[in-house]
């Protein structure tokens, strides 16, 4: 081992880097949260009864998923959820 593999190796990202981001908001969101998230921002744009349909879960359920996003994102709008998806998510342009 090397100087230049130990610091790679203990190295903390900057805390505003896009990596960070990304797996700040991975870790915020449950994987059915983010299965929820990354699909109501699909291009065909499900309604929350459609999200329901897709995930096999009731209305209510889908519902509930929003608003856990909502609140922990603190992002309520279809526009800003894709925005955070395109810049921290794993989804490809």
């Known amino acids: ?8 190796l203990t190295h ?9 981001l990304r797996k700040k908001l991975a870790d915020l969101l449950t994987e059915r ?3 929820f998230f990354l ?9 929350i009864a459609e999200m329901g349909v897709r995930m096999k879960i009731t209305y209510h359920g889908a519902e ?3 608003k856990n ?4 994102l ?4 279809r526009t800003g959820w894709l925005w955070l998806a395109l810049r921290f998510a794993p989804v490809e342009v």
């Open 1 to 8: 081992m090397n100087d230049l593999v130990l610091r790679q």
């Open 64 to 66: 509930s998923h929003r």
């Open 74 to 77: 603190e992002v309520s709008t």
């Open 39 to 47: 699909g109501y921002i699909a291009e065909d744009e499900p309604t």
């Open 69 to 72: 996003i909502v609140e922990k």
């Open 12 to 20: 903390t990202p900057d805390p505003g880097s896009p990596w960070a």
């Open 33 to 35: 949260e983010m299965q």
